[in-house]
């Protein structure tokens, strides 16, 4: 994201301004605490228009994650999601990447959060695949983080919170350096949880699994969706609790979240999964996901808002 050709607008607490000046002071108490929840949308263009994907679900997400912090909100869920909306119109984009965050803005310093104001931007720009083009045809390498993901009393997951990301952020680092394109996380009981920034799924014969929400992973609408398409199509879908060595011996293992969308897994720890590129039951439901965005196929679970 280079700053400075970006020739889109920033909607800031109600009103739209260059992307150069969308700016904040340093003292703001989310740089110096992290105090933000935020939301990632795609948009997808088709034939039909320009559609947000599972609109109404992100702005809830939304609202919920801000009110686990008690950060009111000064805009009803509708207001947000016509925010978003015109964010879109007033830009001309067409597939893109949408990220409206809530933070705490400038005030009182200390770890108090009460003495600074909630403030809402909305931005938005062109994301191609999150783990490679390639990945989404061939599959991704991953390996087990040593950094797990946070005990159920120590940050609340389904808070999708800036400061989660540090954690997250441990795990890439170390993935990367490693050699990997990403990093699967275990909870704090050392059961599978989820990627940096995806959930994950595991295909075993005609069923496909995924760790419960008690894992300390965020609920996410992909992972939502891809439950629905997938009882759809036949397959029957589990939420258990997840050994990492399962994920060794699976048929396939795929990754799924707005950014990464149905991303299929190669290897895990340099062990290679299935026939060591995307598998069938992943092409299938990848396939049944992209269908629908496309608007190749009906939009009957209602998913798509038009702009
Ligand atoms: N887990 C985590 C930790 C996560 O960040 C995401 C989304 C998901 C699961 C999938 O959730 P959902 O998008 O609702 O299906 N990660 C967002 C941020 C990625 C980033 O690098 O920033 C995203 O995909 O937009």
Known sequence: ????????????????????????????????????????????????????????????????????????????QEEIAEAILETLRVNGLEGCYIRPIVFRGYGELGVNPLGCPVNVAIAAWEWGSYLGEEGMENGVDIGVSSWRKPAPDTFPTLAKCGANYMNSQLAKLEALDNGFDEAIMLDYQGHVSEGSGENIFLVEGDKLYTPTMASSNLKGITRD??????????????EETISRERLYIADEVFF?????????????????????KRG??????????????????????????YI
Do not use: C
């Open 1 to 76: 994201m280079a700053w400075d050709d970006k020739e889109t607008k920033v909607w800031i607490d109600g009103k739209f301004v260059e992307w150069k000046d969308a700016n904040i002071s340093v003292l703001s108490h989310v740089v110096h605490y992290g105090t933000s929840v935020f939301e990632g949308i795609r948009a997808y263009s088709n034939e039909n228009g320009t559609a947000v994907y599972r609109l109404e679900e992100h702005v809830q997400r939304l609202f919920d994650s801000a009110k686990i912090y008690k950060m009111d909100i000064p805009y009803t």
């Open 225 to 238: 969706s891809i439950m629905t398409i997938a009882r759809d199509l036949g397959y029957e879908v589990i």
């Open 256 to 276: 799924t979240g707005t950014a990464a969308e149905v991303t299929p897994i190669r290897s895990i720890d340099h062990r290679t999964i299935g026939i060591g």
């Open 280 to 305: 069938p039951v992943s092409e299938k439901i990848q396939k049944a996901f992209f269908d629908i965005v496309e608007a190749k196929t009906e939009d009957k679970y209602n998913w798509l808002s």
